[in-house]
């Protein structure tokens, strides 16, 4: 690129928004909570200090005081910051989190079987020194009997004994010094209360963490907000109580907010309110109806926040701004896709820019300009293959996406099936309500592809990760069921795989070699080879983690973290072993694969997959491992490559290698939307993975949207007809022709 010119100011929406914190919520994220606070402060009826309500009036955005009319006394109204339970409004009890942390005392004895002597009282193994063992004893304790014996007197003193102190005879550990002390006895639960009030930083918190259990704030009973927060009445109701509404009911509510004010106040009211539903309606448009202001952020999806994320940008209506979204279809059921280019539209006649990059054929159709990258991925990609509108890309031949656009090209439905669709039986499955979900009775043919539809919020999650998936783990351990669900019948399932898009590895260290398993292998052969044995290297020395050939300079993380004043540290390659984790002294051990050539690990590390595979030719076991790597499309994915900056969909897709080849009649896969990331090749792909899991004998469910996915099932199970309260029930069960024939089933709309 020579240069680039008239280059606007650009805001990027990522495909993963980052967590939130325990003070944010659907309100707040959306600002429609600012919105509520100031309808409340300037429309409300407010109470006196004495307890009696006045009606609506001016007086209050006048910033004049309001006088009660049943006791003459003279206040003022809260302001919107009083209303905020990140600020003034906040409960007392909670500061606003909605939730208090409580000592779980289920936890602080996990095993009654042990002696305190043996650590029985876990808190004080790792919170307290080993001396309350010692007190415990002198407050007339025995500590050499199990736990389950003592009476309860002692373990009421164990768990709640008084702070007094004890004079002990104190010997250390592994020595015969002893001391003669005056120590307070910390009970087990104070114990954990003194180290909670303690706590400072993130590692404190989770030495403290699992002896606490979260519970609603007594006092403000979850809505975060103090009892002067929730006094002002709007309609008969307070804040609290229209924070709990979902969206769809809570704009029904502010509709009819003017109406309900005296003639002089409707003007300002109407302004208020409307500011309130352009934001909303945005966000209706969008699928988010079912969800409520008060719903905390943390439990959103990311599709659902990155929603969010798009709405406030249109709200903020900005304009000769470049928006770039990555894979904003994520998430969306059909149904709501079509929001979802309302508000690029919208963006857009705003005079500003929208690229953005996605696979959805139903949001390409409808680019101005497409720009397809390829052909392939890797180092098999990186050109321009086409470019132009829809209808000009579906005409090029060189373009692999064209096909398609405008609808030509559509996966056919799986042939009728050669035997009865529940002949190799099934898992029968019966819950009762939970969330807004209503009591279901669901059927799941074995040995088959099951795709469970419905609009965001319809009650997929949970059916399935909540109660499906939790179930068939108790019943393979024999512990029991999720509280909700009623009866799980599941003839000969032993394991259960759920396969998600969070981030695989747990830091830097974890890479596509060490999750494939093939690294320790390497590590094995290189260690075989002339060169090593000369050297005096064994296996352990190739590992970049512990072993003595990994990079000094990055301790074998491939990078190091630069120390920005006032910004985030920066991760860059590490300048010693550019990024190969290895010291110079790897290089000097070849491996050769004939023909004169040799290779190193740091070189095969750096090698990407379909690469490494012809340079492993002779190693059966890497070579096999690795093939199933490329078969799952994988193949541009470099060995060296740190797993948790994998895409979601290469994340799964890496996940699922590991399952490949091995006999699964016992197992069900659990598949929770696969085709993130994906383009509609790699879809045949991921079904071709489907049929060999089958052809393998597992049960195979995926919760998804693709349409092709859909068509492909062998059975389908449609949640809704709407989202949240709407929501919640079996629309439609049978094969993908049996649900789009069904006329309740908005999914059915689309598989026809």
């Known amino acids: 690129m020579d240069d680039v010119r008239y280059v606007p100011a650009a805001l990027a929406l990522r495909q993963r928004p980052g967590v939130p914190g325990i003070r944010s919520t659907f309100g707040t994220g959306t600002e429609l909570l600012n919105s509520l606070r100031l309808m409340f402060s300037r429309l409300a009826s407010h109470r006196c200090p004495n307890g009696h309500y006045a009606p609506p009036s001016l007086a209050v955005a006048a910033g004049q005081q309001i006088t009660c009319p049943v006791c003459g006394v003279h206040f003022y109204g809260p302001g919107a910051e009083e209303l905020a339970f990140n600020s003034q409004g906040a409960c007392r009890t909670c500061a606003g989190t909605g939730v208090v942390r409580a000592v779980d005392r289920a936890s602080l004895v996990p095993d009654e079987s042990l002696t305190i002597d043996q650590g029985a009282v876990a808190p004080w193994n790792s919170l307290m020194w080993s001396l309350m063992t010692d007190v415990c004893r002198a407050m007339g304790v025995r500590t050499n009997v199990p736990f389950k014996d003592l009476t309860d007197g002692e373990k009421a003193i164990v768990y709640d004994g008084p702070a007094e102190k004890r004079h002990i005879l104190y010997r250390a550990k592994n020595t015969e010094n002893t001391a003669e002390l005056d120590f307070t006895y910390y009970s087990a ?26 519970d609603v704030c007594p006092d403000c009973a979850g809505t975060r907000l103090s009892p002067a927060a929730r006094a002002p009445r709007l309609r008969g109701i307070g804040l609290d109580e229209a924070c709990r509404m979902t969206l769809r009911a809570l704009m029904q509510w502010v509709a009819g907010v003017p109406g309900s004010l005296p003639a002089e106040m409707q003007p300002m009211a109407r302004s208020i309110c409307q500011s309130f539903d352009t934001a909303a309606r945005r966000l209706m448009d969008l699928g988010l109806s079912y969800l409520t202001l008060d719903r905390a952020a943390s439990t959103l999806s990311t599709g659902e926040r990155q929603r969010m994320q ?24 059909p149904a709501n896709i079509e929001g979802l280019v309302g508000v690029m539209d919208d963006l857009v006649a705003d005079g500003n820019s929208v690229l953005l ?13 497409i720009i397809e990258m390829g052909p392939g991925a890797g180092a098999d990609g990186g050109r321009v293959l086409a470019e132009g509108t829809a209808a000009a890309l579906a005409a090029d031949p060189a373009s692999k996406i064209g096909p ?16 009865e669709l529940f002949a190799r039986g099934a898992i029968r499955l019966s819950t009762g309500p939970v969330h807004t979900v209503h009591p279901l009775e669901v059927c799941i043919p074995k040995g088959r592809l099951t795709a469970v539809t419905g609009v965001s919020g319809s009650g997929k999650t949970t059916l399935i990760l909540e109660s499906l998936v939790p179930a068939l783990e108790a019943s393979a351990a024999g512990t029991p069921l999720p509280a909700h669900v009623k009866a799980l019948d599941a003839p000969g399932i032993a394991r259960v795989r759920l396969i998600d898009a969070t981030p695989i590895g747990i830091n830097v260290r974890s890479t596509v070699a060490t999750y494939a398993d093939v690294h320790d292998e390497l590590r094995k052969i290189f260690a075989r080879t002339s060169d090593a044995r000369a050297l005096g290297y064994k296996a352990g020395d190739f590992s970049y983690n512990t072993g003595r050939l990994r990079c000094p300079v990055c301790d074998g993380t491939g990078q190091i973290s630069l120390d920005v004043q006032f910004l985030p540290d920066v991760d860059i390659p590490c300048p010693a072993c550019r990024g190969s984790r290895y010291a110079p002294e790897a290089g000097r051990v070849h491996y050769p694969v004939g023909d004169g050539r040799t290779f190193t690990l ?28 490329d078969d799952l499309g994988l193949g541009y994915l470099t060995l060296g490559e740190a797993t948790p900056s994998l895409s979601g969909g290469d994340a799964q897709r ?99």
Not at 357 to 369: E, K, M
Not at 724 to 730: D, I
């Open 189 to 214: 639960v104070r114990t954990v209360e003194n180290a909670l009030a303690k706590v400072k930083d993130e590692k404190g918190m989770k030495r403290v963490e699992r002896f606490l259990k979260e």
């Open 310 to 333: 798009l709405a406030r940008a249109v709200r903020n209506r900005t304009t000769g701004v470049l928006y770039v979204l990555d894979e904003p279809s994520i998430g969306l059921h």
């Open 357 to 369: 990059v996605d696979h959805d054929t139903q949001v390409l159709s409808r680019a101005d300009w």
């Open 404 to 419: 398609f656009l405008l609808g030509a090209h559509v996966l056919p439905a799986p042939a009728h099936l050669e035997e």
């Open 602 to 629: 740091p070189g095969l590390m750096a090698m990407d997959v379909h690469t490494a595979l012809s340079a492993c030719e002779k190693l059966p076991l890497v070579h096999r491992r690795l093939q199933v790597l």
């Open 654 to 752: 890496l996940t699922r290698a590991s399952e490949m080849g091995r006999g699964q009649g016992d197992t069900v896969f659990v598949f929770d939307e696969p085709t993130i990331g994906l383009h509609p090749l790699d879809v045949r792909t991921l079904l071709s993975v489907f049929r060999t899991l089958i052809g393998q004998g597992a049960t195979v469910v995926v919760i998804e949207h693709d349409l092709d996915v859909i068509r492909c099932a062998d059975y389908v199970i449609d949640m809704g007809p709407g989202g949240g309260e709407e929501g919640g029930r079996v629309v439609a069960a049978g094969t993908p022709a049996q649900v789009a024939a069904c006329p309740d089933s908005l999914t059915g709309r689309y598989i026809r």
